[in-house]
């Protein structure tokens, strides 16, 4: 009966262990974790095209097949991420529907322009460097499924992020318009990159309740922390400036201080009028109508095997 489960189910939590697809969940906990897991996945999708947009126009072979390598790891980590969601209960087509609807979010990052080649870059630099930070404590995330597959979502985060500094270290060594060209994609992207993290604490409505059944393990803040701790050293031996005044160590606290991002720039563009909200959503959507005959197909396969299967 209910309160046995629901017990269970706490003690599971406390005890760090993991819930699994078959456990009893409350509704709400499942709720959250289609909501958050599936903002995730549309995220991974929607994220190949800032990037995808520079494929055909690396600089050399070996740029072109590092960024096409990267662009896929995007589609499977999207992939996994739905996989995770089914296992919820949720369709992937009617999670699909409620992304191009608008009614389900995405991630506010992928509305802003890869303007150059050094944008591509600073994705991996900071874009990545940030997801990372985000996701390595979601690995202990209290739904089994979730964190197994942020196991290896990270893994290949981590290479995302190498390819990106890698590139950077090679422009920021190269020409002085190469080394302009970086500076300028680490202005537009620094702040940006703070807001991927989501609102402050106080204004975060859904933290308290994910923290306390430890789907989430750190709060916004925190986590903002942490990639601003991280990411100064980088930008020092890049040779770097990260576009924020306030910008500086402190001793007593062991960390950086750092100034406030544009919350309402945030708000802005969840809401749907960033840079590029429309144009990201206009593609996906026409990309999801010229793949109908494949999923037609697929389908049909599907049912003739199984019916040659049943006689
Ligand atoms: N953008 O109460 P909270 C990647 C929404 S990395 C859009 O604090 P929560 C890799 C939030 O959903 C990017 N919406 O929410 C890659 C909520 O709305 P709702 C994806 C945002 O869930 C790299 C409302 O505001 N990573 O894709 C944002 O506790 C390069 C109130 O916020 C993940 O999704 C935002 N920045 O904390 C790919 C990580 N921030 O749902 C390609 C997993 C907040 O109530 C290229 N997700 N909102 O309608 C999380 O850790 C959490 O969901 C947070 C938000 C931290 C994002």
Redesign the pocket.
């Known amino acids: 009966d209910e309160p046995e489960l629901r017990a269970h189910f706490e003690e599971t939590v406390a005890a760090d262990r993991r819930v699994e697809p078959r456990d009893w969940m409350p509704e709400a906990y499942r709720a959250t974790l289609v ?2 897991i599936a ?2 996945a549309h ?2 999708i929607i ?2 095209q800032p ?1 995808g947009d520079w494929i055909t126009r690396a600089p050399s072979l070996r740029r072109k097949a590092i960024l096409w390598a990267k662009v896929q790891d ?1 589609a499977g ?1 999207g992939l996994y991420l739905y996989g995770a969601a089914e296992t919820l209960g949720a369709d992937r087509d009617d999670l699909t529907r409620r992304l191009l609807e608008g009614r389900q ?6 509305n802003y322009p890869a303007a150059t080649f050094a944008d591509v870059g600073v ?1 991996g630099w900071l ?2 460097g940030a ?1 990372i930070c ?2 390595v404590p ?1 690995c202990r995330s209290s739904y089994g499924p979730y964190a197994r597959a942020m196991v290896r979502v990270c893994k290949e ?1 981590s290479f ?1 992020q190498r390819q990106g500094y890698e590139l950077l270290w090679t422009m920021t060594r190269g020409t002085a318009a190469q080394r302009e060209m970086v500076q300028d994609a680490v202005d537009r992207w620094w702040w940006p990159s703070l ?5 402050p604490d106080a204004a ?4 308290e309740r ?1 923290m306390a059944w430890r789907v ?1 393990r750190h709060s ?1 803040d925190e986590l903002r922390q942490r990639f601003v701790d991280m990411t100064v050293p980088q930008a020092d031996r890049l040779g770097v400036t990260l576009p924020d005044p306030e910008l500086r160590w402190n001793e007593e606290r062991g960390r950086y201080d750092f100034g406030t991002p544009d919350f309402a720039e ?1 708000a802005r563009v ?1 809401g749907g009028d960033g840079p590029c909200n429309r144009e990201r959503i206009a593609r996906r959507t026409a990309a999801h109508e010229d793949g109908a005959w494949v999923r037609e197909a697929a389908a049909a396969h599907a049912e003739r095997r199984a019916r040659r299967a049943d006689g």
């Open positions: 909501r958050q903002q995730h995220s991974e994220g190949m990037e995007e980590h979010k995405y991630s506010s990052i992928f994705i874009v990545d997801a985000n996701q979601l985060e995302h807001m991927m993290f989501g609102p975060s409505p859904n933290s994910s989430k916004n945030l969840i």
